[in-house]
């Protein structure tokens, strides 16, 4: 299985960005990671052509399973 933790931000042009963690620590800590997105909204670090982050909208986390299929 493969899990990706997608941080979402609103930007001051009023735009959603995403940021993507792959593989994030297992169990995800709720608490830690609404610190860790405010730490970037507070720190002002990254730049999106969609505006600077302004402000924390949602984080969820993605599992996908794959498998090989056996052809004949």
């Known amino acids: 299985m493969k899990d990706t933790l997608q941080l979402s931000f609103l930007t001051d042009l009023n735009k959603t960005v ?3 963690v792959p ?4 169990p995800i800590d709720a608490t830690a990671v609404g610190a860790a ?3 970037i909204v507070a ?11 302004v402000k924390k909208v949602q984080a969820k986390l ?8 056996a052809l004949s």
Do not use: E
């Open 18 to 20: 995403h940021l993507t």
């Open 62 to 69: 993605d599992s996908t399973d794959s498998s090989a299929i």
């Open 37 to 39: 997105m405010d730490a």
């Open 43 to 53: 720190a002002d670090i990254f730049s999106f052509a969609n505006g600077r982050i």
């Open 23 to 26: 593989n994030p620590k297992q």
